[in-house]
Every structure is written in structure tokens, then in C-alpha cells.
């Protein structure tokens, strides 16, 4: 039987949904993004579409990884199937890393790739590190060719996270750089600094119409 999928996985597709959902309140903004062609499609080996099967080999040729190495489980509320690794290669120095791989509901095919960096994927992983790999990783997409009007960068979500990267190529396919974390009132003007207790990476490949089990509206 599957394992129940961990609740860092979800809390994230949660802050997936609030981006495409809400505003954000933008910080001093960086030098714009380049516009380009470029493509979502997956990470690494692994790109969308993909059975369990062509998933799991594409993370022995990424990771080196097979067998109990990789753990199958279920979010049994969106009833999405996962395979879930650690590994520790994905930047250098930067912590161990969670990664699922996410199945969808109808189609059982690759639909999410969510990246996980926090103390529960590495006790080593401090908030000061946290905003490094964040820095590291929106240094990272911000060279990448994606077109500037579906590019937001460094804006507060609504509850208080920072929302690092966000992007959507032309077929929908979308890029998302979270750090959450706790925020405490510093000074007596209220002004709020981020004490950061994870960093989210997520591809999606349909984001707004994700596949996803979900009653059917007025089925209650």
C-alpha cells in the first residue's frame, strides 16, 4: 500500500494555487527578463507526459537512484500518485533535497515536479543557507530566456512568503521558486523579516487545471 503523501508536498501545491490566484506585493524589482522561447517541460530526465515507469528510469539516469531508493506514495486527498527521492547533487553545498514526482489522478502520467530544501529533507539545512540556495536558484532561472510579461519576481504572497520566481512558457507549463518561513515584527513600525524554514521548487504542467481528483460542483 502507498504511503500517505507528507504534508510539505501539499502545503506547496497550495502555494502553487495562491500564485496563479493572487497579487503579490512587489519588492525592489531586479533587471528585467529577457524575453525568448523558452520551454517548460519537466525536469531533468524527467518530462511531462511520462509514465511511473519511464519516470523511474529517467530518475536512475539523473540520480543513479532505483529500488527502495525510491518511495511510491499517494496524496490521498488529490489522489495523485508520487514517487518521492533525497539527494544531495542538485546544488552544490547547498543541503539534501526532497523531490516527488507527481502523477495525475486521470491520466496517471507526469504532471508535477516539486522540490523540497528544508530541515525535515536535512537537520544540516539553516535558514541562512535557505536564502542562499533561494538566491542561487532565481540567479538561475532569471538568465533563462522567458518571455518578461510571464515572469514575476520577488513579491509577498499572502501569507507571507516570499515569492522568489514565477514563470509560464507558451503552453502554459509554469516555474515556481517559494521560500516560506516565519515572520515576526522587528521594529514599531511593523516592518516583517523572513526567518525562512523552506524553499520550494515547483514545475507544473497545468497549473490553473491541474489533474487533480476534485468533487464536482454543486455534488453537495
Do not use: C
Not at 113 to 122: C, E, F, K, Q
Not at 147 to 160: F, H, R
Not at 174 to 199: E, F, Y
Amino acid at each position: 500500500m502507498r504511503a500517505f503523501l507528507a504534508a510539505a508536498v501539499i502545503a506547496t501545491a497550495a502555494s502553487l494555487a495562491a500564485t496563479s490566484g493572487h497579487a503579490t506585493q512587489p519588492l525592489p524589482p531586479n533587471s528585467p527578463t529577457q524575453a525568448s522561447e523558452a520551454r517548460i517541460d519537466g525536469f531533468r530526465s524527467a518530462h511531462f507526459g511520462m509514465t511511473e515507469v519511464a519516470v523511474r528510469q529517467a530518475i536512475a539516469n539523473d540520480f543513479h537512484l532505483s529500488g527502495a531508493a525510491v518511495i511510491s506514495a499517494e496524496n490521498p486527498v488529490q489522489r495523485t500518485a508520487v514517487l518521492r527521492i533525497r539527494t544531495a547533487d542538485l546544488i552544490p553545498d547547498g543541503g539534501s533535497a526532497q523531490i516527488d514526482y507527481i502523477f495525475g489522478y486521470r491520466s496517471r502520467a507526469l504532471i508535477e515536479v516539486n522540490i523540497l530544501w528544508s530541515a525535515a529533507t536535512d537537520a544540516k539545512i539553516t535558514p541562512a543557507l535557505l536564502f542562499t540556495d533561494g538566491a542561487t536558484l532565481q540567479a538561475y532561472f532569471e538568465k533563462q530566456l522567458f518571455a518578461p510579461d510571464q515572469t514575476v519576481t520577488n513579491g509577498i504572497l499572502p501569507d507571507g512568503s516570499v515569492l522568489l520566481f514565477r514563470t509560464r512558457d507558451a503552453a502554459g507549463h509554469a516555474v515556481v521558486l517559494i521560500l516560506t518561513g516565519r515572520r515576526a515584527n522587528l521594529t514599531k513600525d511593523a516592518s516583517r523579516q523572513l526567518t525562512p524554514t523552506a524553499l520550494s521548487l515547483v514545475y507544473a504542467v497545468a497549473p490553473a487545471h491541474p489533474d487533480v481528483f476534485q468533487l464536482k460542483k454543486g455534488s453537495f
